[in-house]
């Protein structure tokens, strides 16, 4: 159930793109997650999204070229920064597991190309650390 509370979290950073919203209320299906480990993983990576989200998108613009983060499609920015809020901040789950849920995410709801952008970005972050 880690990768569906992935996706809970995606959702609510998706939300605050539209709405910069940090309010935790109304967070939808946490409820569907069984277990109380899974619930507590969803709520810290949203907690970790958001509190550092300046850094976060400060990194994922370093790695554009030619095309500000202003213009990125906004699954892809929610993907990026949740998933770079895990690989940073949260530091327990291996790089490899983090790309490919990432990447998952990135093809249900992004656009055909979402997947190998994500995947290119966070492989290069991941290189230069």
């Known amino acids: 159930m880690r990768a569906y509370a992935r996706e809970v979290a995606f959702c609510k950073v998706f939300e605050t793109l539209f709405n910069s919203t940090t309010n935790m209320d109304g967070l939808f299906d946490l409820e569907n997650l069984t277990k109380p480990e899974d619930v507590e993983f969803a709520t810290t990576l949203i907690k970790l999204s958001i509190e550092n989200i300046e850094e976060i998108e400060k990194i994922i613009s370093s790695h554009l070229k030619n095309y500000s ?8 920015r929610a993907v990026l920064i949740i998933s770079i ?6 530091g327990q789950t291996p790089q490899k597991v983090v790309i490919n849920e990432a990447v998952n995410i990135a093809k249900k709801y992004g656009t055909d190309k979402s997947y190998s952008f994500v995947n290119g970005i966070l492989k290069t972050i991941i290189e230069e650390k």
Not at 69 to 76: E, G, M, P, S
Not at 85 to 90: N, P, V
């Open 85 to 90: 809020a895990e690989l940073k901040y949260y």
């Open 69 to 76: 983060i202003d213009r990125l499609y906004r699954v892809d």
